[in-house]
């Protein structure tokens, strides 16, 4: 997981009452598709789920946000399939239903019930 970068891309963010956390589906980030194919032939790395897991723990609002490239590998289905038991939300949705990356979404919006 590379948590200096700034690219948010597959993101599950997790807030609590005294900050913002941010965990990747994934076991990097990657602004493009393609780099997420093609340079890494085992996205979801050993640990990911622990780590979703221990970022979700204690969290007053878990918001999904990893956009369309989330479902690379069924990630997506995976994540929400581990996360059964909270609520998710999400921004928005894509056309798709994937839940909107926040890059493309206004500051105002609220957090609605992610359906997956």
């Given at each position: 997981?590379?948590?200096?970068?700034?690219?948010?891309?597959?993101l599950?963010?997790?807030?609590?009452?005294?900050?913002?956390?941010?965990?990747?589906?994934?076991?990097?980030?990657?602004?493009?598709?393609?780099?997420?194919?093609?340079?890494?032939?085992?996205?979801?790395?050993?640990?990911?789920?622990?780590?979703?897991?221990?970022?979700?723990?204690?969290?007053?609002?878990?918001?999904?946000?990893?956009?369309?490239?989330?479902?690379?590998?069924?990630?997506?289905?995976?994540?929400?399939?581990?996360?059964?038991?909270?609520?998710?939300?999400?921004?928005?949705?894509?056309?798709?239903?994937?839940?909107?990356?926040p890059?493309?979404?206004?500051?105002?919006?609220?957090?609605?019930?992610y359906?997956?």
């Open positions: 997981m590379n948590s200096s970068s700034r690219d948010h891309r597959h599950l963010q997790t807030e609590t009452r005294d900050r913002n956390k941010f965990q990747n589906c994934y076991n990097q980030m990657y602004c493009m598709e393609a780099h997420l194919k093609d340079n890494n032939p085992e996205p979801v790395g050993t640990e990911n789920d622990a780590a979703i897991l221990a970022a979700v723990y204690g969290a007053d609002l878990i918001v999904a946000a990893w956009g369309t490239m989330g479902n690379r590998m069924q990630r997506d289905r995976a994540v929400l399939k581990l996360l059964k038991e909270k609520d998710v939300y999400c921004l928005s949705t894509t056309r798709d239903g994937h839940p909107r990356h890059l493309y979404v206004r500051r105002e919006q609220e957090p609605v019930l359906g997956g």
